[in-house]
Nanobody
Framework: QVHLVESGGGLVQPGGSLRLPCAAP????????MSWYRQAPGKERELVAT????????NYADSVTGRFTISGDYAKNTVSLQMNSLKPEDTAVYYC???????????WGQGTQVTVSS
């Protein structure tokens, strides 16, 4: 079993930045497609960003393109979401998600709250 742990959430003013790391002891991040999702109150959970296995490609929701960056530091076995130019509409619980290649296992983190407000 894999226990993904997100961190780095908190309260930030509009225009500010946060970095959300995701880590899991014993898990090989380079062999998984890694994603960040978010869910705001009353809304469906939405896909924010994905990096494919071995970091080959990255994709972003239109709402965050140009502001957010997902990246894997495979030497440290972490995947992070760098969030810049934050807006109030980015307020949500952010979840790390792992889809290892070659098997059916899927893993979710516990979520970390990001609040963007002045």
């Amino acid at each position: 079993q894999v226990h993904l742990v997100e961190s780095g959430g908190g309260l930030v003013q509009p225009g500010g930045s946060l970095r959300l790391p995701c880590a899991a002891p014993g898990f090989t991040f380079r062999s998984a497609a890694m994603s960040w999702y978010r869910q705001a109150p009353g809304k469906e959970r939405e896909l924010v960003a994905t990096v494919s296995s071995f970091g080959r490609t990255s994709n972003y929701a239109d709402s965050v393109t140009g502001r957010f960056t997902i990246s894997g530091d495979y030497a440290k076995n972490t995947v992070s979401l760098q969030m810049n130019s934050l807006k109030p509409e980015d307020t949500a619980v952010y979840y790390c998600y792992a889809a290892p290649i070659g098997n059916i296992a899927r893993y979710w983190g516990q979520g970390t709250q990001v609040t963007v407000s002045s």
